[in-house]
């Protein structure tokens, strides 16, 4: 398998995944500036959409979207435990906070990044997060993991994403269980490796 990324992006949470999970992959750096990689090959003939993760399957088949991906990863090593069995009610709480770290968190993040959005207008998406960080905060109110006391593909991509508060503004300081919850995760082993791979560490 290969993986797409680029440091320190979403494409850090399947990374995180495939380093939990104990699977062989060659990671390939895929710039989300010049879109350009190693060899030389636009990335957008390679996805077409241009951003990562994208995760190309031994047999040429290409998985797109993070949380399709760390899905597809966990169920390739169901006793590692990184997602509930399908067809569970644990699985479909699992899409849930996958879902809601996309669409809530993940993609309130995207505007902070854009160099042409008003700082006005960033206030709008950090006041955002700043609701669903509260929200994330007291979900993990006695709780090691977003689902309970095992870590799930959830907790990779929380961590990818909180770790974007910082350099852009976003003031984490009221939500004890979240910082808890980033520094266990960042202490994991796979975590660990997955930031040194991409010289993050």
């Avoid at 190309?56 to 998985?63: A, H, P």
């Avoid at 993940?106 to 505007?111: D, I, L, V």
Wanted: hydrophobic share 40%.
């Amino acid at each position: 398998m290969k993986l797409y990324y680029s440091p320190g992006a979403c494409s850090l949470s399947p990374h995180i995944v495939l380093r939990e999970a104990g699977l062989a992959f060659e990671p390939v750096l895929a710039p989300t500036k010049t879109h350009k990689l190693p060899d030389g090959t636009d990335y957008y003939t390679v996805n077409p959409l241009g951003y990562v993760p994208l995760l190309e399957l031994d047999d040429g088949t290409r998985l797109r979207e993070g949380p399709a991906i760390v899905q597809y990863l966990a169920d390739q090593v169901p006793a590692k435990n990184l997602a509930p069995a399908n067809g569970t009610l644990p699985r479909y709480r699992l899409q849930e906070w996958l879902t809601f770290i996309g669409t809530e968190i993940h993609k309130s993040f995207s505007p902070l990044f854009n160099a042409a959005m008003p700082d006005a207008g960033k206030q709008i998406y950090r006041d955002r997060l700043a609701n669903r960080f509260q929200f994330v905060d007291k979900e993990l109110q006695g709780k090691d993991y977003l689902m309970g006391d095992t870590f799930t593909v959830a907790d990779a991509y929380l961590y990818t994403v909180t770790r974007w508060s910082k350099p852009m503004g976003v003031d984490l300081s009221a939500y004890a269980n979240l910082l808890a919850h980033h520094a266990r995760v960042e202490a994991r082993p796979a975590v660990q490796e997955a930031l040194k791979g991409e010289k993050l560490a």
